[in-house]
Every structure is written in structure tokens, then in C-alpha cells.
């Protein structure tokens, strides 16, 4: 798998889980952060349009105020905790990042999915946060949609 490799996790939630009915969560992988970054602009910013009934004149504004806060806050943490600020209700992103940092990082989303990759994909010896080689990236890849739908994220 290419290491530039990025992903967005979203989770409906709010207005738009009762609409929904259900749990839903919702991965797009993207080929850097270029195109992660220009996807948050485009297809993910007309998702919160939609839940959010906005109309044309509101998503231009929401989109400006996507366009401020990732030109402030380049880094993916810190743009993640303000853009769910803005959806708060609607929908929450749970991971916008590279998938070596899902694979190889000591926060607590990436720590929680390769404990669950583990449990999942491991002989059962492996300690949950050992870093996932590149190799089986792909592996790790698979294993999101069913942790996300098991966990409380």
C-alpha cells in the first residue's frame, strides 16, 4: 500500500442518527493529503450541507469557515477538533490522517484500532500497541469498518 495514503472516518450522529436510524460510519481513503484536504472541501462539506439542511448561501459560508480553519490549523488533530465543533450534532470525524500514523502512532484512535486489528488479525501474542508493518497495512485498512461499528467512537 502507498504510504501517503489518507483517510477520513466520519460517524453520523445527533439529528442525523435519528434520520438514519442506525449507526453509521463512514470511511474514504484518498491518495495524500492534498487529496484528503480537497475532499474535506468538496464531498465531505456537501455531506454536512445535507444533514444540516443548509442552503446554497449557508454551505458557501460553511465552506469559507472550513477554508479559514485549515489554512489556521494545518495539522490534522487540531483542524479535526474545530470542523467537529462546526458539525457538532450532525456528524464527527474520527480520523483524518496518514494510515502510517493509524498504523504506527500512540494516540488514541490509532491505539484502539490496532488493539483491535490485533485481537482481530494476531496470533494472540502480540502486545495492542505494536505499530502494524507496511506490509499489512491493507489488513489494517480492512479491520476499520467493523471496529468502527463496534466501538463507541
Not at 500500500?1 to 435519528?18: I, K, P, Q, T
Not at 468538496?42 to 465552506?63: F, I, K, N, P
Request: glycine residues 6%.
Amino acid at each position: 500500500m502507498d504510504n501517503r495514503l489518507w483517510g477520513l472516518c466520519f460517524l453520523d450522529e445527533g439529528v442525523a442518527l435519528s434520520v438514519i436510524s442506525r449507526k453509521e460510519t463512514r470511511c474514504q481513503w484518498l491518495s495524500d493529503e492534498d487529496q484528503a484536504r480537497e475532499y474535506l472541501l468538496s464531498d465531505y462539506l456537501a455531506h454536512v450541507a445535507e444533514l444540516g439542511e443548509l442552503d446554497e448561501q449557508q454551505t458557501t459560508v460553511a465552506r469559507e469557515r472550513f477554508e479559514l480553519l485549515m489554512e489556521q490549523y494545518p495539522e490534522p488533530e487540531t483542524l479535526v477538533e474545530y470542523l467537529n465543533d462546526l458539525t457538532s450534532g450532525l456528524t464527527r470525524i474520527l480520523w483524518f490522517g496518514p494510515l502510517s500514523a493509524l498504523a504506527e502512532d500512540y494516540g488514541d484512535f490509532p491505539l484502539a484500532l490496532r488493539a483491535y486489528y490485533w485481537e482481530e488479525y494476531g496470533e494472540g501474542d502480540e502486545d495492542p500497541v505494536t505499530p502494524v508493518v507496511e506490509d499489512d497495512w491493507i489488513y489494517l485498512v480492512e479491520a476499520m469498518d467493523d471496529f468502527l461499528l463496534q466501538d463507541d467512537y
